[in-house]
């Protein structure tokens, strides 16, 4: 289809124009009566699924080992199951990349870093209590102290928020096989042209291909 691409690449302009739509905002309304619509004008029938979640906004973070203090500049933890502080024994990390974290014993500790260098590497592949990252001159002072043990101290607000689901089915004969296919249309402290507008703007097209192919179809039995 000569036209998938410009389509797409339409759908991509449309939602990052909406601009930050986080889960449960108005900017996530907006997105989600977008992704409908195009649903609906490809031929599917659509549904609501609407439902509740929790949401956390931390104000501050910082970290105390020993006498030293220093502002967390990104935090990585369960703010559902944690309560401040959170005590642990202190990991730093200076080595951020894959090889070299996997042989790390960072599991249930305080996992220290320099900056944004390995924070979702650590995430991904170990279990820490917390991951903390400092600024450069503060991961070195708190490093060079020799502290063994820290204390993460945080606040923040949890809230409950609603959102939508958005299902769009395409007609299919009994007992056929059932293929999902989705993609999130909220984003993150951006527009979020590729997170996920790109993946959105493919499922409209994809359910647009598969509809006209479907009345293609059923045109020549």
Known sequence: ???????????????????????????????ARYVREQIKQAGLSVTN?????????????????GTAKADIVKLGFNPYA??????????????????SINKMELDGK????????GFNMVSFIKTPKAVVS?????FARLKASGAKTGEVRFRGKVTT??????????????????IIV???YDSIRGPGANDNASGVAVLLELARYFHSVKQIGRAHV
């Open 110 to 117: 305080l996992v220290v870093i320099a900056g944004n260098d």
């Open 82 to 99: 944690a309560t401040s502080p959170i005590s642990g024994e202190l990991a730093f990390v200076t080595a951020t990349d894959t090889p």
């Open 49 to 65: 699924e609407p439902f509740s979640f929790q949401s956390f906004a931390l104000e501050n973070a910082i970290l105390e080992a």
């Open 1 to 31: 289809d000569p036209g998938f691409k410009s389509r797409a690449m339409a759908h991509v302009r449309q939602l990052a124009a909406v601009g930050i739509h986080e889960a449960g905002s108005k900017g996530d309304r907006r997105a």
């Open 134 to 138: 400092l600024s450069g001159p503060d």
């Open 161 to 178: 928020r609603k959102s939508t689901n958005i299902v769009g089915v395409l007609a299919a004969t009994p007992g056929a096989q059932e």
């Open 182 to 184: 989705s993609a999130h």
